[in-house]
């Protein structure tokens, strides 16, 4: 693997088996263009982007790692967050449980879509599922295409702004769904034979740096295995502190863009808004690790 040493990886992808807009092989032949070295396909709740990926074929010199990002809900330290996202790579994605568990997932969000909708409805939106499904074609219909909807629409300007009036938790259309523990989570990660990761650390919204090191330690105990470090919203002194935690409590370093094509369009596969770059090494060490 040593003559891929100079390029980067990209370990958190999302495809239309969940809400990026980019298939499975559209997403191999992108990574193939850009001259990335490894990939992963981590899909909220679901396997299917990977399982079409395998089918479809891993092309020659692009290395492919199994992944998933898991929506759980969150230890009440981090009261307010409506889930915490663990990533699970080199997952055995025919393992019994896992596929029960993520179509349960599915289940719960497909569910919550027309009560958002009716809650939008009477304030006043006139928007319908039907429609947004539509627009949004074949994916796993989520809140990122609503809020797309809604700015389409013209009823909030962006994104952001559908989920902090509207979407987000305790905002007037949100609607909880069904979701597993964290601890849930991680356990059944390591039972389809993966590596738990704590997915985009700074989403958690944990400002104080010793309540982020005594939360990361909680999740210790219950067998998580490495932290994603490399994120295009880390700041560089951000990165330092979570590349010093990982060494300090012998976590693996993870990285990855969070690429969901044209429903997040200022984030490009591999580089991130730019000059965002995962060195190789790490993906060789997680390798190693899966092992
Ligand atoms: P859902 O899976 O339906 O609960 O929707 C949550 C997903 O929406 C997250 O995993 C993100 O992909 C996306 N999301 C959350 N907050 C925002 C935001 N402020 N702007 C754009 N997308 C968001
Ligand atoms: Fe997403
Ligand atoms: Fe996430
Ligand atoms: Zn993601």
Redesign the pocket.
Known sequence: MGFKANSGIDLHI?STAS?GTFSPSQILALALEKGLGAISITD?DTVDGNRQALCHGIPTGLNFLTGV?I?ACPPPILKGL??I?ILGYGIDIENYTLKQTLTDLQKS?KN?NPKIISRLNSLGIDISLKTIKMEAGDCQL???HI?KALVKRGIVKS??E???KLL?KGKPAYVE?FRISYKQAIRLILDAGGLPVLAHPILLGLKDQNHFEQFLVSLLQFGLKGIEVYYPEHSPECMSFYAKLAKQYNLLMTGGT?F?GS??PEIQMGSGAGNFFVPYELFEKIVAACN
Do not use: L, N, Q, V
């Open positions: 999302h809400d909220h990002e929506s409506s889930s996202h969000r919550r989520g809140r990122p809020a994104m952001d559908a989920f902090d987000g769904k969070d969901h429903i997040k």
